[in-house]
């Protein structure tokens, strides 16, 4: 086989359950680190007197959360302010009074009906907005999730959807503003907007992590490890939408690491570069374990009328006609989507997703290549 040669790839010897799905906590200088264990534990922060007040908070996908807080006091390390650059690289900043989470049990339970609930609002509009090819596959991915509510593709869509909670920004819109005015200044993020405190935005976003994403990953990646290694045929399908979910997701995780990073005015394409490395890796992995361990990509280069097709991945009649409407959208933008890995477009839908369709494939460039 002319392509042997990938297999001695570092990326290739890692295995699929040690590909990285989302961060776990913020990087080291980010604005929302903090030192305070308890943050990551899910524990209510040690205050002088438990006053609490009642926040509703949405991200504008037509749900709201509920939450108490109460006043702390920060430590001489943490930020209570949100800082930007400007589009002069002028840097900003805007004073936030000293709130955080408080009574984190229900603030955890809440979250879990919101991320309940924010699942399929998010996806509906994520279709809305996708390219063709991508919107397609994840139209495909619901429809077979529906009639197989345990799978892999159920799994990763709701890691995929979780994912965009914690890149989102919150704000308050309830009557409780925390004394707080709507954002009146054009050159800042939150215009006209009420956001959270930074130890707030924090705890929400751990709250996602480790209530539901964390214990979601491992059962997703090891079902999906040992489909492929299976190579079955009757999981073709199966693994073939988990995988290009689970790239889309990397996509959108290096968009949302470049956006901060231009949020924040530093100067590399990432906010962080270790993280976005491991995004790439993770990639790798699940790309090179589709094409070579499952052969996955011999089915995607076949007519699916034929006999043969037939040997190498069980589909039905609706998934013959969606592997052919694919086919065809990926001839019809074969030129821009070489052209998306031509040109360093990591970032960008499809990047990842595309390099599982053509049948000559390398790893790319060990290093990342910085926009210019």
Not at 57 to 65: I, K, N, R
Not at 347 to 371: M, R, T
Request: aromatic share 12%.
């Amino acid at each position: 086989m002319s392509n042997l040669h990938i297999l001695k790839m570092p990326c290739f010897l890692a295995k699929p359950v040690e590909a990285e799905l989302f961060r776990d906590k913020p990087c080291i200088n980010h604005p929302l680190q903090t030192s305070r264990s308890e943050v990551y534990r899910l524990l209510d922060i040690e205050v002088p007197q438990r006053q609490y007040l009642r926040l509703e908070l949405t991200q504008d996908f037509g749900e709201t959360l509920s939450i108490y807080v109460t006043r702390f006091e920060p430590r001489p390390d943490e930020k209570t302010a949100h800082p930007w650059k400007d589009r002069q690289g002028r840097s900003r900043s805007m004073e936030m009074p000293p709130y955080c989470i408080a009574r984190m049990d229900d603030a955890r339970d809440n979250m879990l009906q919101y991320i309940e609930n924010f699942k399929g609002s998010f996806l509906s509009s994520f279709l809305r907005g996708s390219n063709e090819i991508t919107g397609d596959i994840f139209d495909e991915a619901r429809r077979f999730s529906a009639f197989n509510p345990t799978c892999t593709v159920r799994k990763a869509l709701d890691l995929f959807a979780a994912n965009r909670i914690i890149e989102r920004d919150w704000r308050i819109c309830g009557t409780e503003t925390l004394g707080l005015n709507v954002v009146d200044d054009p050159e800042n993020p939150w215009f006209e907007k009420i956001p959270v405190t930074p130890i707030m935005d924090l705890q929400l976003d751990q709250t996602v992590i480790q209530s539901f994403l964390k214990p979601l990953r491992d059962p997703l990646l090891q079902e999906l490890q040992a489909k492929i290694y299976e190579a079955r045929k009757e999981n073709w399908f199966e693994i073939f939408l988990t995988v290009c979910i689970l790239l889309t997701n990397a996509e959108r995780l290096l968009q949302h690491s470049r956006n901060n990073a231009k949020r924040y005015g530093v100067q590399r394409r990432y906010n962080s570069l270790d993280l976005a490395y491991s995004y790439f890796h993770a990639c790798k992995i699940l790309i090179a374990h589709f094409r070579f361990v499952c052969a996955g990509f011999v089915p995607l280069s076949l007519n699916w009328r034929s006999p043969k097709a037939s040997t190498m991945a069980h589909l039905d009649v609706d998934q013959v006609r969606f592997m052919e409407h694919i086919q065809t959208k990926i001839r019809q933008k074969e030129e821009y989507l070489l052209s998306l890995k031509a040109n360093h477009k990591y970032e960008s839908e499809l990047y990842w997703c595309h390099q599982l369709f053509f049948e000559k494939w390398d790893a790319g460039n060990p290093y990342i290549v910085d926009e210019s």
